[in-house]
Nanobody, 123 residues
Framework: VQLQASGGGLVQAGGSLRLSCAAS????????MGWFRQAPGKERESVAA????????YYADSVQGRFTISRDNAKNTVYLQMNSLKPEDTAVYYC?????????????????WGQGTQVTVSS
């Protein structure tokens, strides 16, 4: 599975961005998907995760109520809608995939990773 993340950019605090993660090489319909982020000088952290059919979703406390993860299996794409962005959301955002029915929240649970897309939120 090859993952291509896109949609990052520079936005002012309070603004919105939508990240996309497009997969190729295999259908994502049987894969749990996740979004992670890594800020400068910090470890990569889980942001959101979604099960194969969208029935189970996880959000980190820091993004709960502001971010929404969704997926369109017909388009082989997962999304992360980010609203009310804050400067502390600045990071490189990665999408990840693994086979399975659940939503997975740990970095070492994922087999496949996208290349990352930079999100910068100015104050």
């Amino acid at each position: 599975v090859q993952l291509q993340a896109s949609g990052g950019g520079l936005v002012q605090a309070g603004g919105s961005l939508r990240l996309s993660c497009a997969a190729s090489g295999r259908s994502l319909s049987n894969y749990g998907m996740g979004w992670f982020r890594q800020a400068p000088g910090k470890e990569r952290e889980s942001v959101a995760a979604i099960s194969w059919n969208g029935g189970r979703i996880y959000y980190a406390d820091s993004v709960q109520g502001r971010f929404t993860i969704s997926r369109d299996n017909a388009k082989n794409t997962v999304y992360l809608q980010m609203n009310s962005l804050k400067p502390e959301d600045t990071a490189v955002y990665y999408c990840a995939a693994r086979g399975g029915l659940y939503h997975y929240t740990k970095e070492n649970e994922y087999y496949y990773w996208g290349q990352g897309t930079q999100v910068t939120v100015s104050s």
